[in-house]
C-alpha cells in the first residue's frame, strides 16, 4: 500500500476508496436480496454479513497493532508507532460496531439487548484495552516515551484477541461458535466471503488516510507546541 | 420492532458510523494539513527566525 502523500499516491488512495464503495455496496446488496434468508433465524439473520466481517477486521487491526508495536520495541522507528496507532484507532471502530450489531441481532433473537455472555464480556473488555491503549498515548508528551508504552499495551493487549475468539469454547456461551463451511450453503459463505474482502478494502483505505494524517501530526510535533 | 426493523437497523447503522468515521478522517487530515502549509509559510524558506 501506498502510503506517500505525492499526488500520484494520492490518486492510488482515492481509487482504492472508490473500490471499497462499490464493494461494500455490492456486499451489503447481496447479503439483502440475493443470498436466501437463514431457515430458523429468518432476515435478521443478515446481519451476520456485517457483523462477522466488522469482528474479523477489529481482529486484524489489533493484530497489525501488536506486530508492528513488537518491531516498533525491536527497532525503534516511529514509522512502526504511527502504523499501531492508525490501526488499533480503526479496530476500535470496528469492535463498538461488533458490539452494536450484536446487540441489534441479540434482540430478536435472544429477546435482550445484552447479557454478559462470555463473547459478549470479552469483546466489551477488548474495546477498553484498545481505548486504553489510545488514551495511554495523551499521557506522554516526549513521542518515544508514548510510542514505547504504547507498544507495550499494544502487545499485552492483544493477549485479549484469542481470549475473545476461544470464549464460545472456554466457557459456556449462548453466542453461538464459528459455522464450518461445509455444513452452510455455499450461496451463503460466497457472500460473506465477499462481505469479509470488502470490509479488508474499507480498512486499508482507512489505513491509508490514517496514516497520512499521523505522519502530519509527527510533522507538526516536530515543529513545536505552537503548530500543533 | 420486528425481525426486519432490526435488520435495516444494522445496516443503516454499519453504513452510518463508517461513513462517519472516513468523513471524520478526511476532515482531520485536511485540517492537520494546512495548519502544516500554514506554518511553512509562516516560517517562509529559511525556517523560524
Known amino acids: ?228 | 420492532m420486528n425481525s426486519l426493523g432490526f435488520l435495516v437497523a444494522g445496516y443503516v447503522l454499519t453504513w452510518s458510523v463508517l461513513l462517519w468515521y472516513v468523513w471524520r478522517l478526511e476532515r482531520r487530515v485536511r485540517n492537520a494539513e494546512r495548519v502544516l502549509e500554514l506554518s511553512a509559510k509562516v516560517r517562509g524558506p529559511e525556517g523560524p527566525a
Open chain 1, 1 to 228: 500500500m501506498d502510503f506517500s502523500g505525492s499526488s500520484g499516491g494520492l490518486g492510488r488512495i482515492r481509487g482504492l476508496g472508490g473500490l471499497a464503495l462499490l464493494a461494500m455496496v455490492a456486499g451489503s446488496l447481496t447479503a439483502l436480496w440475493v443470498v436466501p434468508a437463514d431457515a430458523l433465524q429468518g432476515e435478521v439473520q443478515r446481519l451476520m454479513y456485517v457483523h462477522v466481517p466488522s469482528a474479523w477486521l477489529a481482529f486484524f487491526a489489533f493484530f497489525v497493532v501488536f506486530c508492528m508495536s513488537v518491531l516498533y520495541i525491536v527497532q525503534r522507528k516511529p514509522r512502526w508507532d504511527l502504523v499501531a496507532v492508525s490501526s488499533a484507532e480503526i479496530g476500535v471502530v470496528f469492535t463498538a460496531l461488533t458490539l452494536a450489531q450484536g446487540s441489534l441481532w441479540g434482540k430478536p433473537t435472544w429477546g435482550v439487548w445484552w447479557v454478559w455472555d462470555p463473547r459478549l464480556t470479552t469483546t466489551a473488555i477488548l474495546l477498553m484495552v484498545y481505548v486504553g491503549y489510545l488514551m495511554v498515548r495523551s499521557f506522554a508528551d516526549d513521542p518515544e516515551k508514548r510510542a514505547r508504552w504504547s507498544a507495550v499495551v499494544g502487545i499485552v493487549g492483544f493477549v485479549q484477541v484469542p481470549i475473545v475468539y476461544l470464549s464460545v469454547y472456554w466457557w459456556r456461551s449462548i453466542h453461538q461458535p464459528p459455522s464450518s463451511p461445509r455444513s452452510a450453503d455455499p450461496r451463503i459463505v460466497a457472500v460473506l466471503l465477499f462481505n469479509v474482502a470488502a470490509f479488508t478494502l474499507v480498512y486499508a483505505y482507512m489505513m491509508a488516510r490514517r496514516f497520512r494524517l499521523a505522519k502530519t501530526e509527527q510533522r507538526l510535533e516536530e515543529l513545536g507546541p505552537d503548530h500543533e
